[in-house]
T-cell receptor, first 112, second 113 residues
Framework: GQSLEQPSEVTAVEGAIVQINCTYQ??????LSWYQQHDGGAPTFLSY????GLEETGRFSSFLSRSDSYGYLLLQELQMKDSASYFC?????????????FGGGTRVLVKP | DAGVTQSPTHLIKTRGQHVTLRCSPI?????VSWYQQVLGQGPQFIFQ???????GRGNFPDRFSARQFPNYSSELNVNALLLGDSALYLC????????????FGSGTQLSVL
């Protein structure tokens, strides 16, 4: 089956940089996504990596190493509004068909 | 343009009852996926439909079923509700069935008493 591991919680101050690591085990891997979810809100898409390397979108960057089954989300110039849960998710194809499997989430707390 | 809309927003049921949750995808999106999210955990995949065909199924009992209509809206049905079915049920739509980028609705909060 699929499994994803990411830290449960990270605390940092405004302006700092935070890296959220995600390791995964799956077959039929297609790509790694990242989603942000504020308390009481819906998950919102941040990034998707299908190939090895770094993808940059504003203050957020995402990295993938397929050979290491590893990726990370980098949050730069942290702002208070970045306090949220961040989920990595693996897109794969297996016996259950096409699916997106989410990790347990990393709660990021940004302090002034 | 409207985002993904789900109804109802909140629902209270008792054990043994059944429930139907509804989802309208973003206009032009042909794929709808359903997820269950328990507080403090990541969303768990239930179903994906694309062009009215089931494309993926998660590890949920047969009490859970879904369908997609010709207008691409979708229903999730849960029979014989258990206390453990209490969760936030999220619907997500995407342009294709590739799951590269999902757009989530705000969810239906289901409480089973």
């Amino acid at each position: 089956g699929q499994s994803l591991e990411q830290p449960s919680e990270v605390t940092a101050v405004e302006g700092a940089i935070v890296q959220i690591n995600c390791t995964y085990q799956t077959s039929g891997f297609y790509g790694l996504s990242w989603y942000q979810q504020h308390d009481g809100g819906a998950p919102t898409f941040l990034s998707y990596n299908a190939l090895d390397g770094l993808e940059e979108t504003g203050r957020f960057s995402s990295f993938l190493s397929r050979s290491d089954s590893y990726g990370y989300l980098l949050l730069q110039e942290l702002q208070m509004k970045d306090s949220a849960s961040y989920f990595c998710a693996v897109r794969d194809w297996g016996a259950a068909g096409n699916k997106l499997t989410f990790g347990g989430g990393t709660r990021v707390l940004v302090k002034p | 343009d409207a985002g993904v809309t789900q109804s109802p927003t909140h629902l209270i049921k008792t054990r043994g009852q059944h429930v139907t949750l509804r989802c309208s995808p973003i206009s032009g999106h042909k794929s709808v996926s359903w997820y269950q999210q328990v507080l403090g955990q990541g969303p768990q995949f239930i179903f994906q439909y694309y062009e009215k065909e089931e494309r993926g199924r998660g590890n949920f009992p047969d009490r859970f079923s879904a369908r997609q209509f010709p207008n691409y809206s979708s229903e999730l049905n849960v029979n014989a509700l258990l206390l453990g079915d209490s969760a936030l049920y999220l619907c997500a739509s995407s342009l294709t069935g590739s799951n590269e980028k999902l757009f989530f609705g705000s969810g239906t909060q289901l409480s089973v008493l």
